[in-house]
């Protein structure tokens, strides 16, 4: 007679992922999908700006960077008095001198970029701002301890070749200190967001966007004498201090709380090549084709960086 088989008893292991465990791990994946989207929210307000400026009638860099502070001073202003009603000031003073520092970072990101493209070209400074993700990466790994995945150091490196390939047609050697200066912006950025990083547990840090807007006013008000704008340019100029700048820069501060440094500086790119198709479609200003391919690679890449991000274990939030 042949014998049945019997099924064979399967031993059972206690999981080792607890409820607890489990609701941990689907907060932090929301936690990090609410940075990776408030951080792509504050990519597209920034990236208006190359079309807004393109509207006004101002010649004048340091009058717009002095018309637009002042406008972000009062919408944030806004903001937060909505926010914390009569404790507003106390909120504002209590981001204290890691406050003052992150606002002086900011602002020296305006000024940077302007004393750039008056002694550079236009592609030169975009290129080497674009570098801003390996400066943040770098500075994390350094002063936060964060540990940067492969799969992001990957994507930065494609992302800059893209960035590249989509102003190479307009690089050159350009003047050394205009090249010095142009990295100024992704250095002083970064150290920005490593305050941030470093404060999202402590302390309300949006009012340093507000102490960035009065430092940019005051450098620039000298500056920019005597002043000249129309009424069609207080217009345009109160959506770049509101929406572009303002609105942005409180995007960007509040999803440093759930992002790590890498991922942030890897998705303010976005930034640099949507702002060309703004410009296309506002203006009729086309982008070349090897430009439109450039910031194909790019957006691939960082597509490809958060599909690895949701299937694996989520950056440090």
Known sequence: MIKKEQPSERISFPSLITP??????????????????????????????????????????WEIVLWRSVFMVLFLFTVLAFWHRKNVFTKIAEVGFQGALSGF??????????????????????????????????????????????????????????????????????????????????????????ILRRAKTHVDMVPSVMLAGIFSILVALPLAWPLTPTLRDFSVLGIMGCIQLGLGCILMTIATRHLSAGEVGLLALLETILGPIWVWLGIGERPTDIALIGGVIVIGALLANEWLAFRGKPEIT
């Open 105 to 194: 970072f900011l602002a020296s990101t305006f000024f940077f970029f302007i004393l750039s493209v008056t002694r550079n070209t236009v592609a030169n400074t975009l290129v080497l701002m674009s570098t801003g993700p390996f400066f943040v990466a770098f500075f994390g790994m350094i002063f936060l301890t964060e540990r940067i995945p492969l799969r992001t150091w990957i994507a930065i490196a494609v992302a800059l070749s893209g960035i590249t390939l989509m102003f190479s047609e307009g690089l050159d050697k350009g003047q050394s200190l205009g090249n010095l200066l142009a990295l100024g912006v992704p250095t002083a950025f970064s150290l920005n967001i490593i």
């Open 20 to 61: 607890e465990l489990e609701g941990l791990r689907t907060q932090e994946v929301r936690q990090h999908r609410k940075g990776i989207l408030l951080m792509v929210g504050a990519g597209l307000c920034w990236s208006t700006g190359g079309v807004l400026v393109r509207s006004v009638s101002l010649t004048d860099p």
